[in-house]
């Protein structure tokens, strides 16, 4: 008898169990885009962003890129990365603003790359160097009906010379692009 409410018990408790899980799931929490990927125009490359959670995606990207820090700039072809979190989606939402295509602003960390043979110009003493840029950002993103996308971050990092002095230096990224993805409809779209 003991057994038969033991086993009852287990079932009972189980059944509870996957009753919250699936209550606790409901419809999908995850408010950023799952993918998107953006031609950029004004620094010509390519990006896609992956969502990851609720409110947060990793970036990554190739295009043209302007590295400046103490020990001089270097221009040319740079890889991306970025892990961005979007702090204000539930306050543009209760305001009936747009957040299609990842529309807020965002804090977050950031890594780029310049290999020396796709660095186009440079001052930086040396020959046959790498640098790469490891700091915070802060960025605000918008996109609007048509696939524009404007995203706009800056933020100070530690720059890591390899073959080069290392130093610290500002980061400004300026993107202006079209979002190739198709986009969720959520809210009004800007004008």
Same mark, same amino acid.
């Given at each position: 008898?003991?057994?038969?409410?033991?086993?009852?018990?287990?079932?009972?408790?189980?059944?509870?169990?996957?009753?919250?899980?699936?209550?606790?799931?409901?419809?999908?929490?995850?408010?950023?885009?799952?993918?998107?990927?953006?031609?950029?125009?004004?620094?010509?490359?390519?990006?896609?962003?992956?969502?990851?959670?609720?409110?947060? %995606?990793?970036?990554? *990207? +190739?295009?043209?890129?302007?590295?400046?820090?103490?020990?001089? !700039?270097?221009?040319?072809? #740079? $890889?991306?990365?970025?892990?961005?979190?979007?702090?204000?989606?539930?306050?543009?939402?209760?305001?009936?603003?747009?957040?299609?295509?990842?529309?807020?602003?965002?804090?977050?960390?950031?890594?780029?790359?310049?290999?020396?043979?796709?660095?186009?110009?440079?001052?930086?003493?040396?020959?046959?160097?790498?640098?790469?840029?490891?700091?915070?950002?802060?960025?605000?993103?918008? %996109?609007?009906?048509? *696939? +524009?996308?404007?995203?706009?971050?800056?933020?100070?990092?530690? !720059?890591?010379?390899?073959? #080069? $002095?290392?130093?610290?230096?500002?980061?400004?990224?300026?993107?202006?692009?079209?979002?190739?993805?198709?986009?969720?409809?959520?809210?009004?779209?800007?004008?």
């Amino acid at each position: 008898m003991k057994k038969l409410l033991c086993c009852a018990l287990l079932l009972c408790s189980a059944t509870f169990l996957s009753a919250q899980r699936s209550l606790e799931k409901g419809p999908k929490t995850k408010i950023v885009e799952p993918a998107q990927v953006r031609f950029n125009l004004l620094t010509p490359g390519v990006d896609i962003e992956i969502g990851i959670a609720k409110n947060q %995606t990793v970036f990554g *990207g +190739l295009g043209l890129g302007f590295a400046y820090y103490e020990e001089g !700039y270097a221009f040319g072809l #740079a $890889l991306n990365a970025e892990y961005r979190y979007y702090y204000n989606f539930k306050k543009r939402i209760r305001q009936n603003k747009v957040i299609a295509g990842n529309s807020g602003n965002y804090i977050g960390a950031a890594r780029a790359i310049f290999f020396d043979p796709l660095i186009l110009a440079t001052n930086i003493p040396g020959n046959d160097f790498n640098i790469g840029y490891y700091g915070a950002i802060y960025g605000i993103q918008r %996109t609007f009906k048509k *696939g +524009l996308n404007i995203d706009i971050s800056s933020g100070v990092g530690y !720059y890591l010379g390899d073959g #080069a $002095l290392s130093g610290i230096g500002p980061i400004l990224n300026v993107k202006i692009g079209w979002i190739a993805t198709k986009r969720k409809s959520k809210g009004i779209y800007h004008k």
